[in-house]
């Protein structure tokens, strides 16, 4: 595999080194030893990549040495690794700093990357082994997970992880697919209590109303533009010489006396019947709670912060992003990335605020998520109306109110230093507060509910989430959700492309999955992403001995497939100890299981008829062929490969006749067709 050196160089900020400098980026790749990688600012020789120690202080300010073993021992406590898997341990770390999306933060990449992994290579050195070859060893790679520390644990996954994309261009893998598994499954906090996973009614809804809210603004935008700025006109005029309006000044009430010291003074009435002129009032009474016609003004920046709260939550919702990260976003974050797999790509660029400070991170989000940002801009916008204000760089989506009625009319408001970013609220505290948002009745858990809940979070707390009781929700629940309905829905194909939700999860696997883009994608999405992969594998092993799922070979089929993967008896789903047991057996790869849109594949070798995920037209069969031994079909899945089959037709009927795309959506066309006709059998 062909590899540019454009795509390599340093991305730490601050460094001394420029493009121009020996440092920047490797002459070659693998580097020659004799390879200047480190620099003074005045280009002086520090450090030549071959050398036994690398010297890092010209990088990190103090002094800071990284020893890859191989020289004459410091102290009694330096490591020994010997040559050839220090020249291993070298490349590879340099593959992190100086490859493609190399790290940005030194520290965080040292003491979360190189230290736990040398101390992998010290032990295969003491066995006599090489580390590329640690696969080989199951006795050397058990003592190496007992290596680990319990803080590095997750990271250093996903950093392993990360090696294994570019296995092409080290030539060598320290630990693969399987060993991650094995490390997942060996993970010492896993089974402690996880983050709620949301189920997918009242995630539906949630995410319904916060569109619902945000079309609305975008409907009537023009319309709150206008009686924005009006209204900050209203209170200028009326505004005293300290820059100050009193409370009897304030222009929305009705002021009978117009003589004397309120004689410029202009007053319009209860703001009603300006939102009335603006034609606002029906959208105030929708969205606002207690809007009626002797509402203040301020109703109208309770609507605001409302839309910009539904922005947030909805840009969380398909980004994967922390809270923090999401309210920290700026006016231009908004990236279009060009891609030959999936054409255009919406990006959300921002800064990380944990693991790996990064203030030019991206993240893949839907299409649908510019609606929310277009709206929190126009609402940020009109934030610096008045006072007029201006910040470094473009302004933030989530900041301070600056209406001059906001805080209490007759109050003076302290000046708000907008490199402090205000509170944000927790999404409950949002639910409870805007209560027009979410209808309750809506919000309240269903048995189905909770069994889907508990299936994926076996250690839901029974005393918070319980049926009849409105579901709670958080910020972080958002994420955890989405990683696992990504991993979990397997809808990536080519004619489920059209679909904007099936767009959505097929173009984040390309970036998050594949590891193949240029990009610098968000480092802790990444590390919820690994472990969301590997944890969804085992959520509905539980549910294969019920009706749910069928064999198109017959029951006797069924039982024999799925009991040689492991699966003996059939369980209740909501069992936790149950849940716990599959999941972990999963982990470890003792049980074959992959999620499909078909249903599940228990195949547990190599399949070379395809992989039921970009075509399923080899798994489910034709009026030639008869479906995979190894498939079974979910009936569950009928409505989304409903939808599916609707797109296949529609690009059929677009499609040269005769050319190989037509035959091949054909061939799909045939697959599914012959999943409903084994569903709708029984």
Known sequence: MTLSLDHFGLAIPGLPAT????????????????????????????????????????????????????????NRNSPSIDPLNADDLRLIFSWRIWG???????????????????????????????????????????????????????????????????????????????????????????????????????????????????????????????????????YRNNMGRDGFVSRHKAPFQTHPDRTGKYSKIVFYGPFPLTAERYGLNDLLKKWVSGYSGTS????????????????????????????????????????????????????????????????????????GVETAIVAMKSIAALRTYFPETSAEGSPYLMDWSSEPWVGGVGRRRSHKVRSVRPHVRPYGEI?????????????????DDLKVARSVTPTLDPDRYKIGSPWPLAWHQLRRTGAVNMFASGIVSDSSIQLQLKHLTRAMPLYYGRGNSSLRLNEETRLILVAAQYEVMGRELAALHSSRYLSPHGDEHKLRIVSAAGIAESVNLIEEGTAQRYEKA?????????????????????????????????????????????????????????????????????????????????????????????????
């Open 100 to 234: 493609p999306r190399g790290a940005v933060n030194l520290g965080s990449v040292v003491e979360n990357f190189f230290k736990p992994v040398r101390k992998i290579f010290e032990l295969c050195s003491r066995e006599g082994i090489l580390a590329r070859d640690l696969m080989r060893y199951p006795r050397v790679f058990d003592a190496a997970i007992a290596l680990i520390s319990k803080s590095k644990y997750t990271q250093l996954v996903a950093e392993l992880d990360r090696l294994i994309d570019a296995r092409d261009f080290l030539g060598f893998v320290v630990v693969d697919r399987s060993g991650i598994r094995r490390l997942e499954s060996c993970d010492p906090r896993y089974l402690q209590d996880q983050t709620p996973y949301i189920p997918p009614r009242i995630w539906s809804y949630q995410v319904t109303r916060l569109k619902s809210c945000l079309d609305e603004y975008l409907l009537h935008q023009n319309k709150i533009e206008d009686c924005f700025k009006f209204c900050c006109d209203a």
């Open 296 to 367: 203040t003004i301020q109703s109208f920046s309770a609507y605001l912060n409302l839309v910009q709260y539904a922005g947030l939550a909805y840009l969380i919702n398909f980004s994967l992003m922390r809270v923090s990260e999401g309210a920290s976003i700026r006016t231009d974050a908004l990236v279009w990335e060009e891609c030959d797999t999936v054409r255009r790509v919406l990006m959300i660029k921002g800064e990380t605020t944990k693991t790996d400070q990064d203030s030019d991170a991206l993240w893949v989000v839907s299409p």
């Open 586 to 682: 999963a982990r470890k790869g003792k049980i074959s299981f992959r999620r499909t849109p078909l249903g599940a594949c228990m195949n547990s070798g190599r399949c070379d008829s395809g992989d039921c995920v970009e075509s399923v037209g080899d798994c489910a069969g034709n009026s030639d062929t008869s479906p995979c031994a190894h498939v079974l079909f979910d009936r569950t899945r009928a409505s989304s490969n409903q939808a599916r089959l609707k797109g296949v037709k529609a690009l059929l009927a677009d499609t040269p006749v005769d050319s190989p795309r037509y035959r091949a959506l054909e061939q799909e066309r045939r697959g599914l067709e012959n999943y409903f006709a084994y569903i709708n059998q029984g």
């Open 19 to 74: 493009p121009e400098s020996r440092s920047y980026r490797p002459p070659s790749w693998p580097p020659p030893k004799d390879w200047v990688c480190i620099e003074d600012e005045n280009g002086n020789e520090v450090s030549r990549w071959g050398d036994p120690v690398w010297d890092l202080s010209p990088w990190g300010g103090k002094r800071k040495l990284l020893n890859f073993g191989d020289g004459v021992k410091i």
């Open 431 to 447: 639910q409870r507060l805007f209560r027009k948002l979410f209808d309750p009745a809506h919000m309240i858990v269903t048995d």
